[in-house]
T-cell receptor
């Protein structure tokens, strides 16, 4: 019963390096989201997707790109990492409907030196 | 724009104390409201929710009532346990259909 799985769970990058975070869900959910969590700032939405092949910008999209080529996967990419992107990243998914619960992954802790 | 504001932490309580974490929202209409909990080292998980005014959500001894008059959804528990130590997030759907979160309130319960 996997739910939402994020890989990797930890990563250390140097400034300017690139990387991709993978999110996979096995609940056949249409909607998927990437958030970042920073101390004192709650969760902020980076990008989201309302279905396979679609993506949209959230509150803090700069410096990130996403892709949703398959319904079950949502990838978050950093093309040129910066120290300001040091954070804990959470993926979430939900079914359609106005009151749907979000299901979260366990998080990916990224440090950019 | 739509927003969620919750009381700042950290909140430190002794075991069996009464807990209240305040949450207020601004929104157009009457969005569904949620409380999520994040235990150390884990992702967020739904604690309870309410989908319309005057609804009461409850789970694991926690309760919250959707008050449209005061635009509030305060979280309460009559007797906290050490295992309740976590970060609690209030959230609501905005007009664009996205879930927005408060900044989180860290609760620490001492034996």
């Amino acid at each position: 019963n996997a739910g939402v799985t994020q890989t990797p769970k930890f990563r250390v990058l140097k400034t300017g390096q690139s990387m991709t975070l993978l999110c996979a869900q096995d609940m056949n959910h249409e909607y998927m989201y990437w958030y970042r969590q920073d101390p004192g700032m709650g969760l902020r939405l980076i990008h989201y997707s309302v279905g396979e092949g679609t993506t949209a910008k959230g509150e803090v999209p700069d410096g990130y790109n996403v892709s949703r080529l398959k319904k079950q996967n949502f990838l978050l990419g950093l093309e040129s990492a910066a120290p300001s992107q040091t954070s804990v990243y959470f993926c979430a998914s939900r079914a359609t409907g106005p009151t749907g619960e979000l299901f979260f992954g366990e998080g990916s802790r990224l440090t950019v030196l | 724009g739509d927003s969620v504001t919750q009381m700042e932490g950290p909140v430190t309580l002794s075991e069996e104390a009464f807990l209240t974490i305040n949450c207020t929202y601004t929104a157009t209409g009457y969005p569904s409201l949620f409380w999520y909990v994040q235990y150390p080292g884990e992702g967020l998980q739904l604690l309870l929710k309410a989908t319309k005014a005057d609804d009461k959500g409850s789970n694991k001894g926690f309760e919250a009532t959707y008050r449209k008059e005061t635009t509030s959804f305060h979280l309460e528990k009559g007797s906290v346990q050490v295992s309740d130590s976590a970060v609690y997030f209030c959230a609501s759907y905005n007009q664009g259909g996205k879930l927005i979160f408060g900044q989180g309130t860290e609760l620490s319960v001492k034996p």
